[in-house]
């Protein structure tokens, strides 16, 4: 089992560009999660998506943030018209049950210059 | 909605010696307390969790306490050892699981050779 593997692990953008940041779950594993971090901070809750469902997107920005998890595919995270303060590394977790432990990503780690 | 507060921030031991983390939540509706290890640009990786059916569970070297009560929950590492250097953070779910988890800020523990 490869784990949650995220793609990219780096990403630069350009305030006003568009960032797809993009996580396959485990193998098994049908609940994804998505969190950011900013530096010496602690990871805030944004979004969590069964597949081709939002469960729970309350910690996500209601302007520019979107989410989805297809049937066949990675869960993306987009955000569109990126600023600077969304520069953070951006973990996916995944679980086979929402009671079950979370097992995180590398995460994706966006920097807006 | 939930606060996770951890303390200290930072904390400095020599091998050999006990770490103790601490975090208190607000929610009394929490029933689930994960812990996280983060070494520096890696994965947050759960390294204890804790329902709050149980007031305390040890693996190893390391154990947690909770205090329902005192909305309170430890996490203690004996024996420290300098690969357990790396930054932990504490986590409360009212959900039961991995899902919306709300971290403390972390704390970051240098174990000294």
């Known amino acids: 089992n490869a784990g949650v593997m995220q793609n990219p692990r780096h990403l630069v953008r350009r305030r006003g560009q568009e960032a797809r940041l993009r996580c396959s779950p485990m193998?098994?594993?049908?609940?994804v999660y998505w969190y950011r971090q900013l530096p010496e901070e602690g990871l805030k809750f944004m979004v969590y998506?069964?597949?081709?469902?939002?469960?729970?997107e309350s910690g996500m920005p209601k302007e520019r943030f979107s989410a989805e998890f297809p049937k066949e595919g990675p869960s993306i995270l987009r955000i569109q018209q990126v600023v600077r303060g969304d520069s953070a590394a951006y973990f996916c977790?995944?679980?086979?049950?929402?009671?079950?432990?979370?097992?995180f990503g590398q995460g994706t780690r966006l920097t807006v210059v | 909605g939930e606060n996770v507060e951890q303390h200290p921030s930072t904390l400095s031991v020599q091998e050999g010696d006990s770490a103790v983390i601490k975090c208190t939540y607000s929610?009394?509706?929490?029933?689930?307390f994960p812990w996280y290890k983060q070494e520096l640009g890696k994965r947050p990786q759960l390294i204890i969790d804790?329902?709050?059916?149980?007031g305390e569970k040890k693996d190893q070297r390391i154990a947690v306490t909770l205090n329902k009560t005192a909305k309170h929950f430890s996490l203690h590492i004996t024996e420290t050892q300098p690969e357990d250097s790396a930054v932990y953070f504490c986590?409360?779910?009212?959900?039961?699981?991995?899902?919306?988890?709300?971290f403390g800020k972390g704390m970051k523990l240098t174990v000294n050779p």
């Open positions: 977790a995944s679980s086979p049950e929402v009671l079950y432990e979370a097992f």
């Open positions: 804790i329902r709050s059916n149980v």
């Open positions: 929610d009394s509706a929490s029933n689930y």
């Open positions: 998506l069964q597949k081709e469902n939002i469960i729970d």
């Open positions: 986590a409360a779910s009212m959900r039961g699981g991995s899902e919306k988890l709300v």
């Open positions: 193998k098994g594993h049908s609940h």
